[in-house]
């Protein structure tokens, strides 16, 4: 057994994270994140290196994480479709959060977090989340990573 069929076994929800910074506003679907720490409580969001949405949350002090429902529509706009070249929040119900955080109207529940810290984890970097607060706006069953495994990353390779 290697290192892959072993991740194959593991069906975790994925998540939107949202962010912003310096006038943009970005978000993509994560499929590495999970809460860390119970006291302090801690949660950690992995984003890809090549992905637009990190180069925000670089420079960003808030991120919001996401729960989506069993929409593939919304798992899709934010895996397959690149922030740098089209607005993924266009024609979606959203607010802001604190420091101008996009929070979206659809997801099942949601969170803003502080960021405290990044670990660099390879092509991912980690952002290690203080809760701020907490949104349940849905009842169902989050989308899981294997829903989406047809979805081709919109970032560059």
Known sequence: MGFDDFTALVDSPV????????????????????????QPERFIAWLSKAN????VAERATVLAVHLLPQDHGLAVR????????????????WT???????????????????????????????FLLEPLTTVKAHDGRPLSLHQTL???AGHPA
């Open 15 to 38: 998540y939107v994270v949202t962010a912003s910074a310096g006038g943009q506003r970005a978000g993509c679907l994560v499929g590495f994140a999970g809460q860390c720490s119970l």
């Open 52 to 55: 637009h949405t990190y180069l």
């Open 78 to 93: 934010f895996g397959a479709l690149c922030g740098a070249e089209v607005d993924k929040f266009d024609g979606l119900e």
């Open 96 to 126: 802001e959060g604190p420091d101008g955080t996009p929070l979206l109207t659809d997801a099942l529940a949601r969170f803003t977090g502080r960021i405290l810290e990044r670990f660099d984890g390879g092509d991912h970097v980690g």
């Open 150 to 152: 047809d979805i081709t």
